[in-house]
Antibody
Framework: EVQLEESGGGLVQPGGSLRLSCAVSGFTFSSHWMSWVRQAPGKGLEWVAN????????NYVGSVRGRFTISRDNAKNSLHVQMNSLRDEDTAVYYC?????????????WGQGTLVTVSS | DIQMTQSPSTLSASVGDTVTITCRASQNINSWLAWYQQKPGKVPKLLIY???SLESGVPSRFSGSGSGTEFTLTISSLQPDDFATYYC????????FGGGTKVDIK
């Protein structure tokens, strides 16, 4: 059974930092592109960043580029995102998600999400 | 950046109805469009990819069509389990989602 479990969310002040993690099991993690997708409270979905299977390729949405860094540890089946210079508008539930093999940036498995609240 | 616009934002329907949701892209995305269903408190579920390909396990009452900049999701004979919010997503460049369409009970 595929499982993804996010951790690391919480309350942080504007300008602060937070590191989210996603522990995965039940599939060959090292074969998949992985993404972070977020959803502000009561709002729609926003793709945030993704990373290639070997970690060499990374992409970001414009609003987080230069502030967020995605990474992965294939030996530990884990995905991470380091979020710096956080802003109010980064408040959201952050989901890790697997990209469908060979299909592009679409997502077939999702974690349950971790809430990040940026507020003073 | 490619913008995705869904309409309507809310749709009221009854069990058995056929409903259609439209998604427009700000530029040509060929057929690189997916549709997801999300219920309150749940994660999104992939329904359709490449504009019209049904994800495994998704009921055949869901169908997608379109290419270029205009796309539709059709749900035939709406079932109680289908009341949810639906999102389109382009994956031609990046991965922009539409704003969502909430399908609720009339």
């Amino acid at each position: 059974e595929v499982q993804l479990e996010e951790s690391g969310g919480g309350l942080v002040q504007p300008g602060g930092s937070l590191r989210l993690s996603c522990a995965v099991s039940g599939f060959t993690f090292s074969s998949h592109w992985m993404s972070w997708v977020r959803q502000a409270p009561g709002k729609g979905l926003e793709w945030v960043a993704n990373i290639s299977p070997d970690g060499s390729g990374k992409n970001y949405v414009g609003s987080v580029r230069g502030r967020f860094t995605i990474s992965r540890d294939n030996a530990k089946n884990s995905l991470h995102v380091q979020m710096n210079s956080l802003r109010d508008e980064d408040t959201a539930v952050y989901y890790c998600a697997t990209e469908v093999l060979g299909a592009g940036r679409i997502f077939d498995y999702w974690g349950q999400g971790t809430l990040v609240t940026v507020s003073s | 950046d490619i913008q995705m616009t869904q309409s309507p934002s809310t749709l009221s329907a009854s069990v058995g109805d056929t409903v259609t949701i439209t998604c427009r892209a700000s530029q040509n995305i060929n057929s690189w469009l997916a549709w997801y269903q999300q219920k309150p408190g749940k994660v999104p579920k992939l329904l359709i990819y490449k504009a019209s390909s049904l994800e495994s396990g998704v009921p055949s009452r869901f169908s997608g069509s379109g290419s270029g900049t205009e796309f539709t999701l059709t749900i035939s004979s709406l079932q109680p389990d289908d009341f949810a919010t639906y999102y389109c997503q382009q994956y031609n460049t990046g991965g922009t989602f539409g704003g969502g369409t909430k399908v609720d009970i009339k």
